[in-house]
Every structure is written in C-alpha cells, then in structure tokens.
C-alpha cells in the first residue's frame, strides 16, 4: 500500500521526513509477530501506532486489547492481568479471565509499561517469553499465544538505570523500537495537520473556519507544543467551534495555547494529567476495591439486563428501567471502523471522568475485535427457527426504533425504555453512528 493511503487509512499524519520513516517502519513490522515498543512524548501518536500496527497484521480478526498499566492499582494488578480463580481473594466472587486470556490470538498493547509495579514485571516477563502464566488463585499453568506491543512517554533505559524497571524484561521488549518524534521536531508537519483537523472539525459541527493570520500561522509553527498532536487537535476544534466568524490572528491564537500560563492566565484547555492520575490511582488503594466491585456489579446487571432482554423477546411484558441497564461491562465490540475509533479518542475524558461514565475501565481503554457487526436489519433474523442473538436483537430494535422516529434519539430511546445516554453508548458499541 502507498504510504499516503497507508497515512490516510490509519489517520497518521505528517509528510516530514520522520513521519514518513515511522510509517515505513510501522509498514514493515506490522505483519511480522516482532514485539515494538513505541517510544514517544504524550500525544505523538503511541496509541494510533499501535492500532495501526494490530490492524496490518495477521492477528487483525482478534482482539486488540489496551491496558493502561501504569493505571491499574497496585492490588489487582495481577488478577486483571491474568485472571483470577473463584474464591481466590476477597470479593471474587466468580473465576475472571485476564487481558491476556481475552488476546489469545491477538494483540496486547501495555501502554504505560514504565509504570507497571516492579513486583508484576517478573510476571510479564515470563509471559512474554514463555505465554506461560498462571491465573491468581490456581496452580493450573495456561498459555496464551499474544503479540506484544508495549509504549512509555518515559525514558525506558534510564528507568532500568533507577531500578524501576527489570532489564531483562526491557530487552524482551526493545526488539523494535518506534520513536515518534515531538511535533516541534518536525515542524513542517504543524500546517498540514492543522488544516485537516479544522477541517475535520468544521465538517463535524457544521461549521466554518476563515483562517489564520500570517502572524497567527507563524506562531503555530513555532510554539512548543508540550501536548504534541493531541494539543493541536484540540486547539483546531476550538478554534473552529469558537472562532468562526473572522481570520484568527496571533493574539487571540495565543489564548488558546498552553504558553499563557506563564502569563498568568488560567488555561482552560484539557491537558492530560496522566502521570498525576496514576499515581493518584496506584495510591488509592481503597478505591481500587470498590472500583472492583462496581465493575462486578456493572457485570451483575448486564446479566440481569440481558434476562429481561430475554423475556421480552419471549413476548412477556416487562420494560427494563433505565437504571438496570449496565453503564460499561463490556469490553468487547464489534468492528467499529478505526476512524470512528480515532474520533473519539478524548484520553483525558476517559480517565477523569468519574466512574461509571466512562466507557471502559480507566486501565482497559478499548478492547477491539475486528469481526463484522451482525447483519441485524434483517426480518428474516425472527423468521423460521432462526434464533437471533441478544447483540442481533438488540440493534434491530434500535434501528427499528430510530427508523420509526426519524432518527430522534430521544424519541427512540424513549420508545425502548433506555436512558439517552445508554442508546447513544449502544450506538457507538455497534458501529451505528
Ligand atoms: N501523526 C498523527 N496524525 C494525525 N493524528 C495524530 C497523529 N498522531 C497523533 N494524532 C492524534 O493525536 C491524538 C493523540 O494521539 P495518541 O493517543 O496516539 O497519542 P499518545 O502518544 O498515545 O499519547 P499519550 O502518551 O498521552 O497516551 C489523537 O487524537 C490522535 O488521533
Ligand atoms: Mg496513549
């Protein structure tokens, strides 16, 4: 494939000649099981790389799974790692299977690797180089055949230098390395970007943008860029919902960089805080636990939800209430179009947002499996002895519901007995929107 497509397809952009050799480079180890450890600032592109990568290999059909390591708290690391067996520890109330367990055959992307608790490194390594692994709780060796891709905005080798980080386990993932290069390293990169996400942006909200000033352009290539390309994502979009009526010059574009601070000013752009957020979640070692428990219980009332689901389709009379149905248990979904993905790529929403609003656990961004949705708008999926699934059903109803109410959400979700926000989450879930 032609690296422009390539670029395109996977939404890495960037022409300069750093861009280019990371793509090539992406290119050639993608189809190969090789383990890559992708080096970068924060938002330079680590979690696109290692989409991309997952999605030019052979393992494309099975899982992508994304733990967030320096996120897990310190106590359950392992058994979300890894699994657990039932009884194994307090609160386990039913045997779990790891990441490692649900990307047999796939793909394990541990981003943050720096971070992960020296006492589990060892674990990983003999994961890593063995599949070997043991559920918490059993004595039953398991195998798991995964590909490993691992990423840190850390200084890797210096972490190994402060005993923070196992050698041996460094070495297992150095094979290749992808640096990605800071933006105000390349430079000639700034422009280009900037002018796909406006345009970008403007064609999401319906809007218009008039453009910058030379002054104001000019300050766009040589500002630093401490957030990489995630800042200047975001700058773009603000800049197209709240700028929209004349060219933007370089005072009012420099309102919208992180730079003010040192002028005082309060800066209101969402900035990542990721090094804070883990230290915060590896200390809390008490919300760990209920955190545990409220995804236990988010599991109960899929169950549940899934039972009336069930008795409904049987033609019983009963209407879920909202608040049965799960906020977030699964963490699989099927072939949602990598674009689509990349939209709604908002880290900091994910991680700061209290819990239960986020889509996944704060350590498990994504779980990916690259199958086709089932076909569910068919009425030939209730005919004869055809017994459509729950997922077939489900989005049946909800594509009924919105073809019945002229795609009004509110109207629909009203119509199946979900709150809103439950219909929106199903919609992204199944790749509707
Ligand atoms: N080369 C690129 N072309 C287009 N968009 C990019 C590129 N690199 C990053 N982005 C966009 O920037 C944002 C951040 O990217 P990503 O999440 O991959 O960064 P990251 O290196 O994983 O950051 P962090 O260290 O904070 O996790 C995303 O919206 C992504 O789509
Ligand atoms: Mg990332």
């Not at 290069?181 to 064609?203: K, M, N, Q, S």
């Not at 209920?290 to 988010?298: F, G, T």
Request: contains cysteine.
């Amino acid at each position: 494939m032609d690296r422009s497509v390539f670029q395109q397809q996977f939404g890495i952009l960037g022409d300069s000649e750093p861009m280019r050799q990371v793509t090539d480079k992406i290119k050639q180890v993608a189809d190969t099981d090789i383990a890559v450890l992708i080096l970068g600032e924060t938002g330079t592109g680590k979690d696109v790389t290692a989409r991309a990568i997952h999605a030019n290999s052979k393992r494309k059909h099975k899982n992508l799974v994304i733990v967030n390591c320096g996120a897990i708290p310190e106590g359950i690391i392992e058994s979300e790692l890894f699994g657990h067996e039932k009884g194994s520890f307090t609160g386990a109330g039913e045997a779990r299977e790891g990441y490692f367990e649900k990307a047999n055959g796939g793909t394990i992307f541990l981003d943050e690797i720096a971070d992960t608790p020296k006492a589990v490194q060892v674990k990983l390594l003999r994961v890593l180089e063995s599949g070997e692994y043991f559920r918490v709780g059993s004595s039953t060796m398991r195998k798991t055949d995964v590909r490993v891709i691992a990423a840190t905005n850390k200084d890797l080798w210096q972490e190994v230098q402060k005993e923070h980080f196992r050698e041996d386990l460094y070495h297992r993932i150095d094979t290749v390395t992808i640096k990605l290069p800071p933006l105000r390293d390349r430079a000639g990169d700034i422009v280009p970007l900037f002018r796909a996400f406006v345009t970008e942006y403007a064609a999401k909200h319906g809007s218009t943008f008039q453009g910058l000033t030379d002054d104001a352009r000019s300050l766009l290539v040589s500002y630093r860029w401490p957030g990489n390309v995630r800042e200047l994502r975001k700058v773009a979009e603000r800049l197209v919902v709240l700028e929209k009526s004349q060219l933007v010059d370089k005072e009012k574009l420099q309102k919208y960089l992180r730079g003010r601070q040192h002028e005082g000013a309060a800066d209101n752009l969402p900035m990542r805080i990721d090094a804070q957020a883990s230290t915060q979640a590896r200390d809390a070692t008490e919300l760990a636990f209920i955190y545990r428990a409220l995804i236990d219980l988010r599991q109960e009332l899929g169950e549940i939800k899934k039972m009336i689901g069930t008795l409904a389709y049987a033609g019983m009379s009963t209407h879920a209430p909202a608040a049965l149905l799960p906020v977030a248990s699964v963490v699989e979904h099927p072939g949602v179009p990598l674009r689509q993905v990349y939209a709604h790529d908002e880290t900091v929403e994910r991680k700061d947002i209290p819990l239960g609003i986020s889509k996944y656990p704060a350590h498990v961004q994504e779980v990916e499996v690259a199958r086709e949705a089932p076909p569910a708008d068919q009425e030939s999926l209730f005919s004869g002895d055809n017994v459509p699934s729950i997922e077939e059903t489900e989005q049946y109803l909800i594509k009924k519901a919105l073809k019945v109410y002229n795609g009004n959400r509110r109207k629909a979700s009203e119509a199946l007995g979900v709150s809103e926000r439950t219909l929106y989450r199903k919609l992204d879930q199944y790749g509707l929107v």
